[in-house]
């Protein structure tokens, strides 16, 4: 089945050190979102692909970086994690830009910062 | 403050009840999805409602938008306990979603 997938599940890293979250689909769609949902709150975009095109959120802190080397995978990179940074991030894909076009999302990973 | 603000933020009602979560803001979208997302899973969209006044059934859930397209509500008829999880509105704003907090529905067998 085509899918969102993203690894891994939980990642537990300490503070201040570097941690990298992988999203992969098959879906073969032309843009890759990354948000940020923490507990009890909506899910907040930092930043999107429309293919290599790379569009960053206002107020997505410069600690947060992307990296997508190719369709199928998008990399979530945080640089120097802090206790505000735990949180769930969710990777979602669309055929194009635009709200009215389905995004899939992938089951995410929980992050835990000690 | 949220753009798009639910409630109730939380519900929990034994199985076979009805029950109505809404989606209010005072701004304006050209459409408004709703999602539904499990403990451990990410959003998994249910509908996309994009004219005024539209009303969309999936099963036993009804999806509204406001005919001012600034508010929507979901109705969920004789719920089950299949039914719960974290419901999302999400609007489109300059191509993008915007998410609500969400609505946490609990149904008791």
């Known amino acids: 089945d085509a899918m969102v997938i993203q690894n891994p599940r939980y990642q537990v890293t300490q503070f201040g050190k570097p941690v990298t979250l992988s999203c992969s689909q098959t879906?073969?769609?032309?843009?890759m979102y990354w948000y940020q949902q923490k507990s009890s709150q909506a899910p907040k975009l930092l930043f999107h692909?429309?293919?290599?095109?790379?569009?960053n959120e206002a107020d997505t802190p410069d600690n947060f970086q992307s990296r997508r080397p190719n369709t199928s995978f998008c990399f979530l990179d945080i640089r120097s994690p802090g206790l505000g940074d735990a949180a769930m991030y969710l990777c979602?894909?669309?055929?194009?830009?635009?709200?009215?076009?389905?995004?899939?999302f992938g089951p995410g990973t929980r992050l835990t910062v000690l | 403050t949220q753009l798009l603000e639910q409630s109730p933020q939380f519900l929990s009602i034994q199985e076979g009840e009805n029950l109505t979560v809404y989606c209010n803001s005072s701004?304006?979208?050209?459409?408004l999805q709703w999602y539904r997302q499990e403990p451990g899973e990410g959003p998994v969209l249910l509908v996309t409602v994009v004219t005024g006044g539209e009303v969309k059934k999936l099963k036993r859930l009804t999806f509204q938008f406001g005919d001012a397209r600034k508010d929507s509500s979901l109705h969920i008829t004789a719920a089950q306990p299949g039914d719960t999880g974290l419901y999302l509105c999400a609007g489109e704003r300059g191509n993008k979603l915007v998410f609500g907090a969400g609505t946490i529905l609990r149904v008791k067998s």
């Open positions: 701004s304006v979208f050209s459409s």
């Open positions: 879906l073969n769609h032309n843009v």
């Open positions: 692909y429309y293919d290599k095109d790379f569009n």
């Open positions: 979602a894909t669309s055929r194009v830009v635009g709200g009215t076009d389905t995004q899939y």
